[in-house]
């Protein structure tokens, strides 16, 4: 049993094994399905989610496990119960895994001191999202067969995004070069320490990158008023048609989800031949299902 609380704490070649089993379990992959027969994987969402959780829970069923799924709305939550106590009451119910999210940076870190089963991080405030960092990764090598020598250019809110920093994690620990570009007001310090490369000249960087990630400008995290309009936003930063222009032939379009249309990314971008975002999704079942493999 382990836990997935963060990309943090894990070494280059436990990632690389990770994605190599994930290659296994793309369909028609040489992966057994039933391995978690028996078992129950329990979905504990603090906050809304179409793709991750739905991910989880194609993941878990695929590999042959029960799935409870709690969401925050509808639970004695409204009743003050605190979220260790919410934590402990599901993993009484005997699950082999809990799959947390909450708006709070480093919940699923405090549920991991305190129950007995595997806790996966599926989004914790803004600090990590690994699940989703590693499905991009896979994303990218299945592409590029590895991630050596290749620049990703992530765009946007980088201040809110527990993406950007698994992401930066995830990439680099694979030999990636990132490049972070947005609003100085959305960048937020310490991203160079951590290995990326920070612009504002989202033109220049463009031209330079074999992936360009956009991130969702969060709105609901964004309650102060120096933060840019999304009109501000989508003319300075936003992926146009004219921006995807200037990007190399073959170099790759990606977001997390979901994407505010016409905001981050332009719908024809979105659509458009470069972009990957739905593969993402298709991949983050494969991931998963190594993820819930290695863990429980
Ligand atoms: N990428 C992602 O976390 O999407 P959801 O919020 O829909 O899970």
Do not use: Y
Not at 283 to 290: F, I, L, S, Y
């Amino acid at each position: 049993m382990r836990h997935l609380l963060g990309i943090e704490g894990w070494r280059r070649e436990e990632l690389e094994t990770l994605l190599d089993r994930a290659e296994a379990h793309l369909p028609g992959g040489s992966a057994r399905s039933p391995v978690l027969q028996g078992k129950v994987v329990a979905n504990l969402f603090f906050e809304d989610s179409t793709r991750t959780r739905t991910s989880f829970e194609m993941a878990a069923k695929t590999l042959g496990a029960e799935v409870l799924n709690w969401t925050a709305q509808g639970s004695s939550v409204s009743k003050g119960e605190t979220l260790l106590d919410t934590a402990r009451n599901i993993e009484a119910t005997g699950p082999a895994a809990i799959v947390i999210r909450h708006r709070s940076s480093g919940a699923p870190h405090l549920v991991a001191q305190h129950v007995r089963c595997a806790v996966i991080n599926a989004g914790d405030g803004t600090h990590e999202h690994p699940s989703q960092a590693l499905l991009d990764a896979f994303t990218l090598r299945r592409h590029w067969g590895k991630l050596e020598g290749r620049t990703v250019l992530i765009i946007g809110d980088i201040l809110h995004s527990r993406v950007a920093r698994s992401n930066l994690l995830c990439l680099k620990a694979l030999g990636a070069r990132v490049v972070m570009c947005g609003p100085p007001t959305l960048l937020p310090v310490g991203l160079e320490e951590m290995g990326a490369e920070v612009t504002t000249k989202l033109d220049a960087a463009l031209p330079e990158a074999d992936a360009v990630m956009c991130l969702r400008l969060q709105l609901e995290r964004q309650t102060e008023s120096f933060f840019p309009s999304t009109r501000e936003f989508s003319r300075l930063f936003g992926l146009t048609p004219a921006r995807a222009e200037r990007m190399k032939a073959g170099a790759l379009v990606m977001h997390p989800g979901p994407i505010n249309r016409g905001v981050e990314l332009a719908p024809a971008v979105a659509d458009g031949a470069r972009s990957v975002i739905l593969e993402q999704v298709a991949n983050g079942v494969a991931v998963r299902r190594a993820i819930l493999e290695v863990c429980t």
